[in-house]
């Protein structure tokens, strides 16, 4: 289930179910019979449920779980404002199935309350939640009750995440067939709790219509493409990745780039370092290899070994022209590519260069920015929404976009995205973003493809920070990965993946 679908898909898929047969009350049906069996689940020992039912097809679902509710034993106390006979005909449909009493919807609906159903908006909301309602979301969060809500919270844009003037924070989510965007995307994620996706009847096979291209980034993702060593390898075929070194004072950014190639299985990686640099360089360096590069000509050079085929620029190295001849030259060398931090913010003031650049090869180029970075390259698409920011970013520069943070995107330029579904907040410490890029430098140095190799760095990226926990710096970060690398060769060997 590692499809990701918009609203507009979502609606899309519910479609062709009902075209291909399944009655659309049969699907509310499963989706309101899934509620009340995630607040059993959860909460046995309530006696008493406070339904929140809107004005749409999520206030159906919101009926439904009341009725069965209702029937397994809880005090049931449902709010809903306005004519029941005035909503959408499944919704009308199910409300005249609950026998039950109908209260006003305000916060006096919470009071003796055990747990909390929002079933107020769905997925499309298109409008900020203001008013009594927003008054009402207000006191449901205040009341310290668990909350499960109705495929998102309410007030979460299903799509990109975003709040829409206030929003529900969820115990747990009960979605449907599949997850959407904005349950991965940050801050729709921190207002879900724990997401559980139910069936309720819509066939797989509708999938194929619709083609989404939208991805959780989970193992299951990219593992078949994963490139685990072969007994009759050798360190040459495992690909010999370079990381390009900054200054004598800035070293230490390149060198845990090259750690994490080497740790994520590059067979040789060469730190291309400034003359100044050297000696700090190889003193603190043993299996990873050190060559004297000082200019772009030195690079051209270097890149110009065929047994060298992938190069990371950018930890380190310096804002300026000296930066941006480095990339150019990396760039008009037939090597895979993955520019970071200074390398990309070099190209402040002139993307089109770069973007020119990237469009005349074959190999494949990674661009790795956090959200001040990408603003400085892709000026013009900061005010989108993260998901559509790095799409576009990716279709026009050429490249495969990683746009780091909580909840990091991997765009391709033929517009499939991955969301990451694993992370932790102790990446927020100096050099993680250098070790991630050298992790993606080792995968690509691997043969692996640009956007399968970045999607799976940002998972082993953050399945090492989870795994380690607090504490943890940036050096950490790549002796965590034998442990999970060993877990993933166990689970591909037995397809058990998750």
Not at 33 to 61: H, I, K, M, Q
Not at 182 to 192: A, D, I, K, Q, S
Not at 418 to 443: E, K, Q, Y
Request: proline residues 6%; negative net charge; aromatic residues 4%.
């Amino acid at each position: 289930m590692l499809e990701l679908l918009t609203v507009e898909e979502m609606a899309e898929a519910d479609r062709l179910a009902i075209a291909g047969g399944v009655p659309s009350l049969v699907l509310m049906e499963n989706a309101g019979r899934a509620v009340a069996d995630e607040v059993s689940r959860r909460f046995p020992d309530a006696a008493t449920v406070a339904v929140l039912c809107g004005p749409g097809n999520n206030g159906g679902d919101g009926f439904v779980a009341a009725r069965h509710l209702m029937e397994r034993g809880y005090k049931v106390r449902l709010g809903f404002g306005g004519d029941a006979s005035r909503l959408p005909k499944d919704a009308a449909a199910m409300a005249k199935r609950y026998d039950g009493k109908l209260q006003p919807l305000d916060p006096d609906l919470l009071a003796g309350a055990d747990v909390i159903v929002d079933a107020l908006f769905g997925a499309g909301l298109g409008r900020p939640i203001t008013g009594e309602l927003a008054g009402l979301i207000d006191a449901a969060n205040a009341s310290g009750l668990p909350i499960v809500a109705v495929d998102v919270p309410s007030g979460i844009d299903g799509t990109t995440g975003e709040v829409k003037g206030v929003a529900i924070n969820a115990a747990s989510t009960v979605s449907f067939f599949r997850l959407k965007p904005g349950h991965l995307l940050m801050p729709g994620r921190v207002h879900c709790g724990e997401i559980n996706v139910a069936d309720i009847g819509i066939p797989d096979s509708v999938l194929g219509t619709i083609e989404p291209k939208t991805f959780a980034n989970k193992p299951a993702f990219w593992l078949d493409d994963y490139p685990w060593p072969k007994p009759e390898g050798h360190k040459y075929a495992r690909g010999h990745a370079v990381v390009v070194s900054g200054p004598l004072w800035s070293t230490g950014a390149a060198r845990l780039g090259a750690r994490g190639a080497l740790r994520i299985g590059a067979g040789l990686v060469t730190v291309a370092s400034p003359r100044d640099a050297l000696t700090v360089n190889a003193a603190q360096l043993t299996a990873i290899m050190v060559r004297e590069v000082d200019d772009a000509r030195a690079l051209t050079e270097l890149l110009a070994d065929a047994r060298k085929n992938a190069v990371l620029i950018g930890p380190g190295v310096g804002v300026g022209e000296r930066t941006k001849e480095m990339v150019l030259a990396a760039l008009a060398s037939p090597v895979a590519v993955v520019l970071d931090a200074d390398a990309i913010t070099s190209f402040a003031g002139d993307p089109r260069t770069l973007f020119t650049a990237i469009s005349s090869r074959q190999a494949p180029v990674v661009l790795t920015p956090h959200d001040g970075e990408f603003a400085r390259l892709f000026a013009d698409l900061v005010p989108a929404s993260k998901l559509e920011r790095a799409r576009k970013a990716a279709a026009q520069s050429g490249a495969v976009i990683v746009l780091k943070g909580a909840d990091t995107i991997v765009a391709s330029p033929d517009q499939r995205a991955s969301i990451n579904a694993t992370t932790s907040p102790w990446l927020a410490t100096a050099g993680t973003g250098d070790v991630l890029g050298g992790m993606v430098l080792g995968l690509l140095a691997q043969g692996m493809g640009g956007f399968a190799g970045a999607s799976a760095a940002v998972w082993l990226h953050g399945a090492a920070a989870r795994a380690f926990g607090p504490g943890l710096i940036s050096e950490d970060l790549t002796e965590m990965l034998p442990a999970i690398l060993r877990d993933l060769a166990a689970r591909k060997q037995g397809q058990s993946l998750c």
